[in-house]
Every structure is written in C-alpha cells, then in structure tokens.
C-alpha cells in the first residue's frame, strides 16, 4: 500500500500512538510515496491493498524552494485560530495591485506540518512524544498536537479597511534583545498597509499603560521608530503582571482601537489571551495579537524565541572570560550564572557552542554538591582549572528544602541565588584551595541590541503579527516551527513553559562533549 509522504500509518507503538517509520523512500522529480510495512496493516485493509486507487501528491521543486501542492484532507487535523471574519467586512489587500511586490500571497489553505521526524521505535531519542510536545521533559507531560498549523504570511483578502485601522503596541515583562525590532517593524508594516500614523499607539510601560494616568500612550509614526533597532531595550517601557483586564479592555473600546499587538512571553500571552477573551464577552471587536519573547526561550512549541540567539552569543563572552580567569590562577574556578528560571536553554546552548565548560547545571537536571564538588576536584586533577556553568533556575530543590517558592507579578518563580550559594559551599569544600571568580552577566546579557540572525527574525515575527491582524485572526501568535512561519493559537503555547529534556538529543550532545558524569 502506497500512502502520500506524511499520512499516518495505522498503528500502535509499544501501546501509545506514534508513527511507524517508513520502509524506504520513493524520491521523484514530481512525487513522493512512502512505502509502510504490511505488517501494520489490518487485515481490512490488506485486503483492499490491490484495490485501493493510489491518489499521488503533487510535490513541486525549485531552485527557490519546495512544497507540496493542495492537500484537502487535512482540514480537520490543524491547529484551530479564532477569528473575527464574521464582524469584519471583506476586502482586497492594497498589495493586490501589485501582486505583493511579485511576492504573491498566502493562501488561508496553506499549512505547515508541526511533526517531521518519524522514529524507528518508541526507543529512539525523542520518540516518547513523537505526536506532541513535551512540557517537562517526560512522558506524563507531553500534549498532543495536530498534524498542521496554519502558515503566517499576507493574504490576498483582509478584513479591515487600513485608513480606519487604529492599532496599539504593548512589550510586557521583562528586557530582551529584539524588542525594539520588533515594535518597529509592527510601526513599519501597519503603514505599508496604508494606517495612518496618527492612528498607531505606543502603551507605555506595560500593559499598565492602557489606564495608569502617568503612562499615557505615545503615537508611533515611522520617523520615531526609524533606528531605534539599533538600541537595546524598549522605547515604550516594560513592566512585569499586575494587568487589570477589565480596564484595558474598557480603553481598547474607548479608543476605538481595533488591533491590539501584545509583544511578551507567557506571561505577556497570557495576557493577550486574557484580553481577548474579554473583548469577546464585552462585544469588543478587536484583533488581539501575540509575538512571543523569552530570552530563556522557554515558549512552547516554535523553534526559538526572539532574542534567545542574541543572549547566547553574549553569554559565550562570559564564560569566555571565565576561562580565562579560571586557566590564568592555581585551581582556578571560572562560575558563571545565565539565564534560566526554568529552562536552561541558554545555558545549554551557550555551554556547546563556546567549548570551554566543564560542568553545565540547569532548572530541569538536579545535582548533589557534594558530588558536584568532588569532580570539580577531578577536573582539577586533570588539567589544572575548571568552568562551571549554571543557569539560574538549577539547584533551586537545594535551595528550597521546604517546596515553598513565591512568585514575582508575572507568575514566575522567585528564585534564590544558586551562583554565590555554589560559590560559598565549592569554598568550604576547597578550604582555600580553589581560586573562584563568579561572573553574573545578567543584565549585560538583556539589554544589548540584537544580532543579524535575530534581527531578521524579529522583522519576520513583526510583519506576521500585523498581517494576522488583517486577516481578521486573533488570540494568536506568530512564531517559526521546522523554519517556517505559522499561526498558533495562544492558549495553546502558554500551557506550560517549555523545558531541556534531560533526555533529549540536545542534552546528550552537551554532557557527551565535555563529558559530563552524572551528579545526582
């Protein structure tokens, strides 16, 4: 039986769903097939093998890229958006003229597929939760998804008239490389569509800015935002929770606005969802959209946040300069504390890429200091000095004997200092033996501005979120899945923070590379 790339193969895999891996690959210039074991089959459908008419996929290829062509199976396995079409008018994009610069548009039929691994066996790497997302790193976390997601982009139709447009502009929590980038191409992008300047609002200072009396709204107009991509930052301000919905919606209505961009991270799209939610009961009709940020890039589902790459690129300059130290004195030790209250991307990333740690510690592995202790010795043995690397968030088990953590205004954890505790315990144990230099850059990290990669990205994330406005969807973020751009829906990704899984492909990497043991 021949079944076009992509399609599940009817089966079970060590008692949970998941997909078979094909047998081989049929690669042509047009189509593709994959051929699935017999053995998955049942015998309904072994008997109607010879019958069953094959319905090939059109597959196209270019030197500019590849994709398949319209497939309306797929209808009712896709990542749902809400919209407002039904209160909206319909009309043609001001592109049109022009077929979008000869870019063309997106189609509200086009999808891209969330699942692009296909294991071997539920023993594979990766494969315990093939079919969704892992939210902790274990099998009794992990939510499942859809086949598709609807793909970001401009669209042919929109459903607002651009010169009765009123917008507004929000960054919530707290800094992050991208953020100005991203106001600025929302700004750059609702006047491309032809909204008048005086119509497009900066609230200031966080969502508190909506109805605080000393934080009123700025208008945004191109000639304000031209540059300031090049600072860290926001212009507007930040502030972290404290959003009272009610009165946020009562000034959207007041002011008339019709388009609302909220740029944060679960906190800041919890919010959105919030407001949007409220919106509706009120019988407010206004587009409210996210753009995910997360300097720890701990939003589910898309492949990084914005500004994420920026930080670990910095984060490479401290630990650099822990090596230096810790090489530069007799058992020298290089701490450096990164960013990550929950999840130790950063600290992971930036861990591999500079080559220079010897012992990375994140939120989602525990460890015990004593054995912590005992191989840095082993370290020292070895060649002489050492770099630990940790991400705020580890060690906080330790810390917090009791369970009992308080939270900041967003509904994040409030954490204790894992570094200088690490750093006053590997002293005692050292008992002056160890040169220790702690380096917490923080705050350096957070605001500098972006990086070219994240530059782009950020253009990208603030083009999309203004063209969901247009396309009369809401409650929904923009972000990139398997690279390409895509509508998700905010309940959706703010169900839990997305952590390291400890046994990922990603986290072997690391502990194989410098060779890390176990130190629980």
Not at 333 to 345: A, I, T
Not at 483 to 498: D, E, K
Request: proline share 5%.
């Amino acid at each position: 039986m021949q079944l076009s790339l992509g399609q599940r193969c009817n089966a079970k895999v060590c008692g949970s769903s998941g997909r078979l891996a094909p047998r081989y690959h049929s690669y042509r210039r047009k189509l593709v097939s994959v051929r699935c074991d017999a053995a998955s089959l049942t015998p309904d459908q072994s008997a109607a093998k010879a019958d069953a008419p094959i319905k090939p996929t059109a597959y196209l290829a270019s030197p500019y890229g590849s994709g398949r062509l319209s497939m309306s199976s797929v209808d009712d396995d896709i990542l749902e958006i809400n919209h407002l079409r039904n209160y909206l008018t319909p009309r043609d994009s001001p592109f049109v003229n022009t077929d979008n610069s000869g870019g063309g548009f997106v189609g509200d039929r086009d999808r891209v597929r969330l699942h692009t691994v296909e294991y071997e066996s539920a023993d594979s790497a990766g494969a315990f939760c093939a079919d969704g997302m892992a939210t902790v790193g274990d099998e009794d976390s992990c939510i499942l998804l859809p086949e598709w997601a609807i793909r970001s982009g401009p669209r042919k139709t929109i459903y607002h008239d651009p010169k009765q447009v009123c917008a507004a502009v929000v960054t919530c929590g707290g800094l992050c490389p991208g953020l100005n980038d991203v106001v600025q191409n929302v700004v750059y992008t609702l006047t491309d569509y032809g909204v008048p300047e005086d119509n497009i609002l900066g609230i200031r200072y966080g969502l508190r800015g909506f109805y605080e009396r000393d934080a009123k709204p700025i208008t945004l107009t191109r000639s304000l935002v031209d540059g300031i991509h090049l600072k860290g930052g926001t212009m507007l301000g930040t502030s972290r929770g404290g959003a009272n919905v009610k009165e946020i919606v009562k000034r959207i209505d007041l002011w008339g606005l019709n388009m609302v961009f909220v740029v944060g991270g679960n906190g800041g799209n919890a919010a959105a969802h919030a407001i949007a939610e409220e919106c509706q009961a009120q019988g407010v009709v206004c587009n409210v959209v996210g753009v995910p940020k997360s300097i720890d890039n701990d939003i589910l589902l898309i492949d990084r946040c914005f500004g994420f790459e920026t930080a670990v690129e910095e984060a490479q300059r401290a630990l650099m300069a822990g090596k230096v130290e810790a090489r530069s004195a007799h058992h020298g030790l290089g701490l450096v504390k990164l960013m990550g209250r929950q999840s130790g991307f950063i600290a992971m990333q930036a861990s591999m890429a500079s080559g220079v740690v010897d012992v990375c510690l994140i939120p989602e592995m525990q460890f015990n200091v004593e054995k912590l202790c005992r191989y840095i010795e082993q370290v020292f043995e070895r060649k002489g000095h050492a770099v630990v690397c940790v991400a705020e968030g580890a060690g906080q088990d330790i810390l917090h004997l009791d369970g009992n953590m308080g939270t900041d205004a967003s509904g994040n954890p409030i954490l204790e200092d894992i570094g200088a505790f690490l750093k006053n315990e590997i002293k005692k144990y050292f008992k002056g033996d160890a040169d220790i230099k702690y380096i917490d850059p923080t705050y350096m990290i957070r605001a500098i501005p972006t990086t070219s990669n994240d530059r782009v990205y950020c253009k990208v994330l603030g083009q999309g979120a203004v063209h969901a406005a247009f396309a009369g969807y809401t409650d929904c973020t923009v972000g990139m899945i398997n690279t390409h751009y895509v509508y998700l829906p905010i309940p959706t990704l703010i169900q839990a923070p997305r952590k390291v899984n400890p046994k990922g492909r990603r986290w072997n990497r690391l502990i194989t590379a410098i060779q890390q043991p176990p130190l629980v």
